[in-house]
């Protein structure tokens, strides 16, 4: 099957451990096979593959994200770069460009869209399979998958089926009511959109230029951010009289707050801590490089991340944003295309960070103007490039950059840890010039 | 007056801000008048001096601790080292010893001794001088002071005193009686011994002389290790018969907990933290350089530091013992005299190491057999040593040590930031050879 998974959300609820680079479905909180944890997007693809390992995986994200996708996937999905922020449907039909012009999917074949964090069971994506099948098909433009509505939420779009069966045409189809209308739906049998759409590739390109000028994924890529912002839901499903949902039953969350997230840990701990026998009800996800001991903790979220630590009561965590908002917001770590960097420590007139680069992997070849920056190499070895010239390094080695200076370096197979201080009155992540890589 | 501090104490109970080389004493938690924070040992200095500009304090503690003291009090205060734990016998005799041969106080003087960390209005320092004064009088040997008990705790000594008034002569003194025969004591009119001593230095000397076989200072200090561990209590004022003691009824508290040492805080926050408005009665020291957001919290103590991060309700706090002995205790923040050292990064193979040096101090002239080691200098100016050669270094200099080499570093006027990366497989603070400072 051909699936597009929507990645999208900045993830402030789950402050410290999302930030503006690193949205809540890169947080490694799945206990693996091997022992280590993996993240939504992680699990998600595994899922899906398990369930059919020839479908073919589109990820329609921004640029943030590639880095973040790229380190945690590899090349095993393809990425489809929104340039910035526009919404589902544009989103969407660029998605469908992208896998026309660029992947060469027939018309004829079917799409399903869905988003990249669903906390779901392997029955939900054998539902995407059935999804596609009825797609596929024919019998209807669009088919959505329905949920199971569990109170009358405002913040879900519903379906109202024409009968009670798993597969049904929709007789209407209303996007996030307000409450005394969502009592009405449900009182009628109506169900959850949960935010999965299935379509032959030709009806959503038609869909797209209907509604946006463009000729191809190019073009449209070019132009994408002149596209008005506005949702699948409300651009397309409103308006398509051709309809029908499939039922879904299996479990279906969207751990979009400390609380929901809590719940699907697999263990009370993840890292370095310590709960004694009074704690209760208390789940702590630890990255930092330090214990933490809890005694006493009743019904709490403790997260620790090199960009903060919380302390919350569950039920009050879901009310974080304001705070995080408030924040200063100096990324202190972020996954990189290449592996990942950490804030050790900040000065006036210097910056220390910790650099890990993958094995064969490097960083953008680049120069700064107002700092001057040292590197020591702590483990692995390499080839740093200064101004064109090359010279391996080996842990202890020791490499200056005066400012100006167009510098990278190259991990050896083993991958590199390096330490890197910047050093001068202005120090910014602005203050950076890429250059094509000289080799 | 003459007082003698005793400090001592690892301090677990006060963990992660306490450890093996920080003991409570030099946890900076008083607001001070340069909108910094004072420790206990700088606040009880800064009231004895207010009391008695002449005062003249010698602090009697453990190698551990000198470095701390040093730089908490700089040479302000005489320090009697012990050269090992031998309990408050042994070390208020080699207090005597030093005051005497070191410093030449006469036999005549009165000496105070009293806890380095009482928790105490300016009226206790008051009381110091006034028991002085008794000790130096003659009418008794010994002069106590005695605190108004609140229960029959089993922690504490206790005086029973021959009449009401503010000084009196002692009947009977008890050494941590069971609580029944606490309550017998109390019911008889006992008050709490306060573990403070005044006596003339003669009279010290002579008990000294009678219990432990030595000479003068130097003899004594040699053979301190072979010395029984017995408490003062127990080797002196439970077998002397002429005794007297005066009555203190200020403030009189011990932080020995989470619990005690949040009340005295004079602010529920030190450090960067945010708590909202649904936290009640509970309290933050934040040492790290990250923010911490606390969110429903309720009686709570959240304490962090590089050692680690403790999340506890009050109550419990005091039952943290048992699980800080079952940590790791790396050291991952020590005061030094010259300064002090914060780990930054533990690897496999390499260790990374930020190091504050005060205006004008050094490191020791040292070597390692085990690890190389790269300096690179993050602020501050100063002159490097490496094997007798030396060397002007800045900003961004590197230096670089291979191991054996011998080394140091002095700091200019503006003190020094260095980040130092360890680079070896056996890396241990016990690698270390030390050397006479080549100048």
Same mark, same amino acid.
């Given at each position: 099957?051909?699936?597009?998974?929507?990645?999208?959300?900045?993830?402030?609820?789950?402050?410290?451990?999302?930030?503006?680079?690193?949205?809540?479905?890169?947080?490694?909180?799945?206990?693996?096979?091997?022992?280590?944890?993996?993240?939504?997007?992680?699990?998600?693809?595994?899922?899906?593959?398990?369930?059919? $390992?020839?479908?073919?995986?589109?990820?329609?994200?921004?640029?943030?994200?590639?880095?973040?996708?790229?380190?945690?996937?590899?090349?095993?999905?393809?990425?489809?770069?929104?340039?910035?922020?526009?919404?589902?449907?544009?989103?969407?039909?660029?998605?469908?460009?992208?896998?026309?012009?660029?992947?060469?999917?027939?018309?004829?074949?079917?799409?399903?869209?869905?988003?990249?964090?669903?906390?779901?069971?392997?029955?939900?994506?054998?539902?995407?399979?059935?999804?596609?099948?009825?797609?596929?098909?024919?019998?209807?433009?669009?088919?959505? !998958?329905?949920?199971?509505?569990?109170?009358?939420?405002?913040? #879900?779009?519903?379906?109202?089926?024409?009968?009670?069966?798993?597969?049904?045409?929709?007789?209407?189809?209303?996007?996030?009511?307000?409450?005394?209308?969502?009592?009405?739906?449900?009182?009628?049998?109506?169900?959850?959109?949960?935010?999965?759409?299935?379509?032959?590739?030709?009806?959503?390109?038609?869909?797209?230029?209907?509604?946006?000028?463009?000729?191809?994924?190019?073009?449209?890529?070019?132009?994408?951010?002149?596209?008005?912002?506005? $949702?699948?839901? #409300?651009?397309?499903?409103?308006?398509?009289?051709?309809?029908? !949902?499939?039922? #879904?039953?299996?479990?279906?969350?969207?751990?979009?707050?400390?609380?929901?997230?809590?719940?699907?840990?697999?263990?009370?701990?993840?890292?370095?801590?310590?709960?004694?026998?009074?704690?209760?009800?208390?789940?702590?996800?630890?990255?930092?490089?330090?214990?933490?001991?809890?005694?006493?903790?009743?019904?709490?979220?403790?997260?620790?991340?090199?960009?903060?630590?919380?302390?919350?009561?569950?039920?009050? $965590? $879901?009310?974080?944003?304001?705070?995080?908002?408030?924040?200063?917001?100096?990324?202190?770590?972020?996954?990189?295309?290449?592996?990942?960097?950490?804030?050790?420590?900040?000065?006036?007139?210097?910056?220390?960070?910790?650099?890990?680069?993958?094995?064969?992997?490097?960083?953008? #070849?680049?120069?700064?103007?107002?700092?001057?920056?040292?590197?020591?190499?702590?483990?692995?070895?390499?080839?740093?490039?200064?101004?064109?010239?090359?010279?391996?390094?080996?842990?202890?080695?020791?490499?200056?950059?005066?400012?100006?200076?167009?510098?990278?370096?190259?991990?050896?197979?083993?991958?590199?840890?390096?330490?890197?201080?910047?050093?001068?009155?202005?120090?910014?992540?602005?203050?950076?010039?890429?250059?094509?890589?000289?080799?």
């Amino acid at each position: 099957m051909n699936v597009v998974l929507l990645s999208g959300g900045s993830g402030k609820r789950l402050w410290p451990l999302s930030n503006d680079v690193r949205s809540k479905q890169f947080i490694k909180m799945f206990r693996n096979e091997n022992g280590g944890y993996d993240s939504m997007v992680q699990r998600v693809y595994r899922q899906i593959t398990r369930v059919d $390992s020839e479908a073919s995986v589109t990820i329609a994200t921004s640029k943030k994200q590639v880095s973040a996708i790229k380190n945690q996937l590899g090349d095993k999905v393809s990425i489809c770069v929104e340039p910035e922020r526009r919404d589902t449907f544009p989103a969407i039909a660029l998605a469908a460009a992208f896998l026309h012009d660029q992947k060469g999917v027939g018309e004829d074949e079917a799409i399903v869209v869905c988003p990249v964090d669903p906390y779901v069971d392997d029955s939900y994506f054998s539902a995407l399979k059935s999804l596609c099948a009825l797609a596929e098909a024919g019998t209807s433009n669009l088919t959505l !998958m329905g949920i199971e509505p569990t109170y009358p939420s405002e913040k #879900y779009g519903y379906i109202l089926p024409e009968g009670t069966g798993e597969v049904s045409k929709v007789k209407t189809f209303k996007e996030k009511p307000d409450v005394e209308t969502a009592k009405r739906y449900l009182a009628q049998g109506a169900v959850w959109n949960g935010g999965v759409f299935a379509f032959r590739l030709g009806y959503l390109l038609k869909c797209a230029h209907e509604q946006i000028h463009f000729t191809d994924y190019q073009d449209l890529f070019l132009h994408y951010g002149e596209q008005k912002k506005i $949702s699948f839901d #409300y651009a397309v499903v409103e308006h398509e009289p051709n309809v029908q !949902m499939m039922r #879904y039953t299996g479990r279906w969350k969207d751990l979009g707050t400390w609380n929901t997230f809590a719940e699907a840990m697999d263990a009370p701990v993840i890292g370095n801590a310590v709960l004694n026998e009074t704690c209760h009800n208390t789940n702590v996800i630890n990255e930092l490089n330090l214990p933490i001991l809890c005694m006493g903790c009743k019904d709490m979220v403790i997260a620790a991340s090199n960009d903060g630590i919380l302390v919350s009561e569950k039920e009050q $965590s $879901s009310y974080i944003k304001p705070f995080v908002d408030q924040m200063e917001q100096q990324v202190m770590y972020a996954e990189k295309s290449w592996g990942s960097f950490t804030v050790l420590d900040i000065q006036d007139g210097s910056m220390t960070i910790k650099i890990v680069l993958q094995p064969g992997h490097r960083l953008n #070849y680049h120069s700064h103007d107002h700092r001057d920056e040292v590197w020591t190499v702590m483990s692995g070895a390499g080839t740093a490039v200064l101004d064109g010239v090359e010279q391996a390094v080996k842990p202890g080695d020791v490499v200056r950059m005066a400012a100006a200076c167009k510098h990278t370096v190259i991990a050896g197979k083993e991958g590199m840890q390096i330490l890197e201080v910047q050093l001068g009155k202005e120090i910014s992540v602005h203050d950076k010039h890429k250059y094509p890589f000289p080799r």
